[in-house]
């Protein structure tokens, strides 16, 4: 009897340890371009392996590669945070020396560790509910919008920071890992969304309170606006904003937004371009009945920001960022505080929409129930 899927992809996944430990060990593997070709043949290798393992299946997804593949990975970044917090050694001090030297900063250790663990489960789970025919669109979209943050600030604060002018060709792997998730939500986007079919007269009840009528609607609203008013903040402090507030709290209070590495510089640019016109969207959607674009990008967005934030809190806490950049000890429990919150009120607003979607919702035809499911 064959395994499941999953476990195949588990096994397959369990390898990378083994060859980073081989490559750290054969001198001939240890050059710059020697490590970028290695690293595509072992990918392809991975890929026949996953190839057969699917072979009796009549019809894959062909997201299924990709999760599978990227599973690998994850390996590989759960074995380099492992390493770089002393629980292993022997296999990442060749690719740290010749490949992405920047991979040894705290922020990398976090990310190492979120892509290890939580994109890991998540590419398993969504595994195995495709070969059971369930849906995994949502939880799709949460890895999406996870793995988007961790390009889009993982890149550019490379480039920008002071691991920029020491980028080897191993660096240039990431690209692929930068586009496909692009891809991943351009796909999952595009496919219908299963939701309750809920009579017209219910939505219209529903959809006429006003904003105070809907206490948990108003208290997401409030948090929105203060987690707006945040990302514009800290936008202004990381552009240098001559504001004594803004002096203030970068040497007081997150120190560890002028680490030279660059990612929490990136990151800050990140919330004030991208993340606040997101959250300003969603306060409208709290306020307009029937957007129902709110089920899937809260999703999304949610995803982004748990990413972000656990590699920004983590990171500005641990003993690889110099104690210069760390939050003060007696500002700790405020700065760690309004982080964690940033990361949560996406997170409430998904759960929000999707365990009473009502509100979202278009009107449908009178007479149908609750129980049937329509595609939207």
């Not at 920029?164 to 796909?187: E, H």
């Not at 409030?222 to 945040?230: D, E, Q, V």
């Not at 899937?296 to 210069?324: E, N």
Request: net charge positive.
């Amino acid at each position: 009897m064959r395994p499941p899927v999953e476990v195949c992809v588990l096994i397959v996944s369990l390898l990378a340890p083994g060859v980073l430990y081989a490559m750290n060990n054969i001198p001939a593997l240890q050059e710059p371009l020697p490590i970028l070709g290695m690293g595509m043949v072992v990918l392809g290798f991975v890929l026949l392996l996953l190839l057969l393992t699917v072979r009796n299946k009549l019809k894959v997804d062909p997201l299924f590669y990709v999760f599978a593949e990227f599973s690998f990975t994850c390996m590989v970044g759960l074995t380099n945070a492992l390493e770089q917090d002393g629980f292993i050694s022997g296999f990442m001090s060749f690719y740290l020396k010749i490949g992405e030297p920047h991979l040894s900063t705290a922020y990398a250790v976090m990310m190492s560790y979120w892509e290890g663990i939580v994109h890991f489960v998540l590419f398993l789970t969504m595994i195995h509910r495709m070969f059971k025919g369930k849906s995994y669109r949502s939880l799709g979209l949460l890895w999406a919008g996870s793995s988007i943050a961790h390009q889009i600030v993982h890149i550019p604060g490379v480039v920008i920071g002071k691991f920029g002018s020491n980028i080897r060709p191993a660096f240039w792997r990431n690209v692929p890992f930068f586009l496909v998730p692009f891809w991943v939500a351009s796909v999952l986007f595009s496919r219908p969304r299963e939701m309750p079919v809920i009579t017209a007269d219910k939505i219209s009840v529903e959809q006429k309170k006003g904003l105070l009528s809907r206490p948990v609607d108003l208290l997401l609203s409030l948090l929105l606006l203060g987690a707006m008013a945040f990302s514009v903040f800290r936008g202004f402090v990381v552009l240098d904003c001559p504001l004594d507030t803004c002096f203030t709290y970068i040497y007081q209070y997150e120190p560890y937004l002028k680490d030279p590495v660059g990612f929490p510089r990136v990151m800050m640019l990140v919330y004030l371009f991208y993340a606040l016109p997101l959250l300003t969207s969603f306060t409208y959607g709290l306020k307009r009945p029937g957007c129902s674009w709110m089920l899937d990008w809260t999703i999304f967005f949610a995803g982004a920001m748990a990413q972000t934030q656990w590699c920004h809190i983590g990171a500005s806490l641990h003993s690889r960022t110099p104690f210069t950049y760390r939050v003060p000890a007696d500002k700790w429990w405020p700065v760690i505080t309004f982080n964690v919150m940033l990361a949560a009120v996406p997170a409430l607003l998904a759960v929000r929409c999707h365990t009473n979607p009502v509100y979202f919702m278009k009107p449908v035809p009178e007479g149908q129930t609750n129980n049937e499911k329509k595609k939207n």
